[in-house]
């Protein structure tokens, strides 16, 4: 199990055992690694997952920002943002397009996430302020969340998870090419491989939230897109992968 006291559904996988496997070591390997990989592994209602991150706010806003982009560079991002204390929804909502686009510079694709990020303090502010926004129903949140440009089902469901403690797993990309690689199908459409996971992992925030957060390290570390480092790898002793792609 990833986190005593879970409830495990009934395994629909064909290889039930292999997920139990692939559970078993990023429970092991997480608590050991994360820390020293930018994430807080602490109590499940804890914001400070995310980077260590203290305000809900700040993790949407990151959430939306590291898409397809270094953490470092949104670490530096944030700082900028904060030091010119637009991390307050009232604030960014306000405030220029332009002064956005310059403090989030160094960040890939910063045109369109300055837009995205304006685009969803709007939000934030229409519903009534952080709270009002996120303590309402799942999925009248997600549905609010992924009508913004730039913000698709992976990204809402990690700022539903993270900033919102809400009980949904997400799918991320990096997540899902481990999760292939180590011989796990998964359905092509994002909510039935969502479904799916979210049978056979434990029902509860802290294995939602150590689950994405060691997968995407995990991708980041050593299942890189080409030459992946299998031979350090902690899923080299149950992933197919080398044997399937890399004999010499
Ligand atoms: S062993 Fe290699 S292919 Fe398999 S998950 Fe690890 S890095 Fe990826």
Same mark, same amino acid.
């Given at each position: 199990m990833l986190v005593s006291g879970g409830r495990r559904h009934e395994a629909s996988l064909n290889e039930p055992g292999l997920i139990a496997k692939v559970l078993d070591i990023l429970s092991v390997w997480g608590r050991e690694n994360l820390g020293r990989l930018g994430w807080l592994v602490s109590d499940?209602?804890?914001?400070?997952?995310? *980077?260590?991150?203290?305000?809900p706010f700040e993790i949407g806003v990151s959430a939306i920002l590291v898409q397809l982009s270094r953490w470092e560079a949104v670490d530096k991002a944030i700082t900028r943002l904060r030091e010119n204390k637009l991390l307050d929804p009232y604030v960014l909502a306000e405030a220029p397009q332009d002064m956005i686009k310059e403090l989030i510079k160094g960040v890939g694709f910063h045109e369109s996430k300055s837009r995205t990020l304006k685009e969803f303090s709007i939000l934030v502010v229409r519903r009534g302020g952080w709270g009002a926004f996120i303590n309402r129903d799942l999925n009248e949140v997600r549905n609010d969340l992924i009508k913004?440009?730039?913000?698709g089902y992976e990204t809402a469901d990690t700022i539903l998870l993270?900033? *919102?403690?809400?009980l949904v797993l997400p799918v991320s990309r990096l997540a899902r090419r481990v999760l292939s690689r180590v011989g796990v199908n998964l359905p092509a459409s994002y909510v039935r491989a969502q479904q799916m996971l979210e049978k056979l992992i434990p029902e509860d925030l802290g294995s939602y939230k150590l689950f994405h957060a060691t997968l995407v390290s995990i991708s980041k570390k050593?299942?890189?897109?080409?030459?992946?480092l299998c031979a350090e790898c902690p899923l080299q002793t149950i992933c197919g992968f080398p044997t399937r792609n890399l004999k010499t």
């Open positions: 499940p209602y804890s914001y400070e997952w995310w *980077g260590g991150f203290k305000d913004i440009k730039g913000i993270f900033a *919102g403690n809400k050593y299942c890189r897109s080409k030459k992946p």
